[in-house]
């Protein structure tokens, strides 16, 4: 049963475009949600996160939008750079839980062409 | 400052045979995780540990052990390895929620 799911197993955009990876879920008991971003043969870094408690959070050129009723996160990148081809990865945790103890999605591979 | 380092980066291991994955942070943090990447799965945690000399069970703990005897270390062992085990293992660790899992670069292990 995977709690949660990026539908899309890739996304191609062109350089300077947006690019909006999504990701759904289906624990109502999760409160915290992040995205990582994968180079091949490196492990995943950090990219943003959100709190249950907001419905948006800005880093640059990063957007993390939640959507708690739909139960729906979006990361925006604006805009994008052949740099930002990699594969991104949403996770959740819930409360209570180990502070690294959390569920992926199955991820989405990223090409942004020059 | 290495962060988290995993060895080895790859492995071969015949069916039965057993190995040991060491994950070493510098860190200093007190949370470590191991988690396996499957295409088409994303991450799925396998075991991790709150504290030097505790551990606990992830949501795939079946074929795996695990120690923490030092805080710095994790080891993740395979007894009798299964091709089922195939995958690239991912060691993490962090301080604390507010904190992001760090991660290593990874072990690609292969079971034939």
């Known amino acids: 049963d995977q709690q949660v799911k990026q539908n899309s197993p890739s996304l191609s955009v062109q350089e300077g475009r947006i690019s909006i990876l999504n990701c759904d879920y289906t624990n109502s008991m999760f409160d915290y949600f992040l995205w990582y971003k994968k180079y091949p043969a490196e492990g995943p870094t950090f990219l943003i996160s959100i709190s249950s408690i907001k419905d948006k959070n800005e880093d640059g050129r990063f957007t993390v939008f939640l959507n708690k009723s739909a139960k729906h996160l979006s990361l925006h990148i604006v805009p994008s750079q052949p740099g930002d081809s990699a594969v991104y990865f949403c996770a959740a945790s819930a409360p209570g839980t180990s502070y690294g103890k959390l569920t992926f999605g199955q991820g989405t591979i990223l090409t942004v062409h020059p | 400052n290495a962060g988290v380092t995993q060895t080895p980066k790859f492995r071969v291991l015949k069916t039965g045979q057993s190995m040991t994955l060491l994950c070493a942070q510098d860190m200093n943090h007190e949370y470590m995780y191991w988690y396996r990447q499957d295409p088409g799965m994303g991450l799925r945690l396998i075991h991790y540990s709150v504290g030097e000399g505790t551990t606990a069970k992830g949501e795939v703990p079946d074929g795996y052990n695990v120690s923490r005897l030092k805080k710095q270390n994790f080891l993740l062992g395979l007894e009798s390895a299964a091709p089922s085990q195939t995958s690239v293992y991912f060691c993490?660790?962090?301080?604390?929620?507010?904190?992001?899992?760090?991660f290593g670069n990874g072990t690609r292990l292969t079971v034939t």
């Open positions: 993490a660790s962090t301080r604390g929620r507010s904190s992001p899992l760090h």
